[in-house]
């Protein structure tokens, strides 16, 4: 091989090897996407539980001062 082809294949080389870095680098960003938009949900699935929560208590208290009422009616 002369040194021309071989200087082609070097540069050729050189340049596979950055898109390679560059593949592997958005890989791993779309990886860290994908972890915080499955953090995020579990945090808003642990909101929407402690909503659930205080929603259901505070249904209790109004049921317990309705039925209070009623007796002290009568």
């Given amino acids: 091989m002369d040194n ?5 294949f070097e540069l050729i080389s050189n340049k596979l ?3 390679d870095s560059r593949q592997d680098e958005i ?4 990886k860290a996407i994908e972890h915080a938009n499955q953090v995020h949900k579990a945090e808003i699935d642990s909101v929407k ?9 505070f ?3 109004g049921k317990i001062t309705n039925s209070r009422k009623v007796v002290n009616q009568d």
């Fill in 4 to 8: 021309e082809t071989r200087e082609m």
């Fill in 17 to 19: 090897d950055g898109i």
């Fill in 59 to 61: 249904n209790h208290i």
């Fill in 27 to 30: 890989f791993k960003v779309v």
């Fill in 49 to 57: 539980v402690m909503t659930d929560y205080h929603e259901g208590t």
